[in-house]
């Protein structure tokens, strides 16, 4: 079973190079732990940014989302970076994929 995180966001308009720096050292750290499978993001025309992030299991994805750094990370974007944010944590019920 894989545990998709869909992390919906953003940005204050001031959020700048401090931003993206944060974000690629937690992708790093993201990409370091047990579990990890996956990252993607996009930017709609609006601004709005989806991350998806795969993880092998929930506890994987809980680990990540307890991990000291990432709830450090996470405090400082409510402080400096996020004008709003959505988290949905699912399990994937179904894959498919072409080719196979």
């Not at 944060?22 to 996956?38: I, N, Q, T, V, W």
């Not at 795969?54 to 680990?63: G, I, M």
């Amino acid at each position: 079973m894989a545990v998709v995180t869909v992390f919906r966001s953003r940005l204050r308009v001031d959020a700048g190079d401090a931003f993206v720096e944060l974000a690629a050292e937690m992708l790093e750290l993201a990409r370091s732990m047990p579990g990890f499978r996956d990252y993607k993001s996009f930017t709609a025309d609006d601004g709005e940014r989806v991350s998806l992030i795969v993880f092998d299991s929930l506890e994987a994805q809980e680990a990540w989302r307890d991990n000291v750094e990432h709830r450090a990370a996470q405090e400082r974007g409510r402080r400096s970076f996020y004008e709003s944010y959505r988290i949905q944590v699912c399990e994937l019920l179904r894959e498919r994929a072409y080719p196979p």
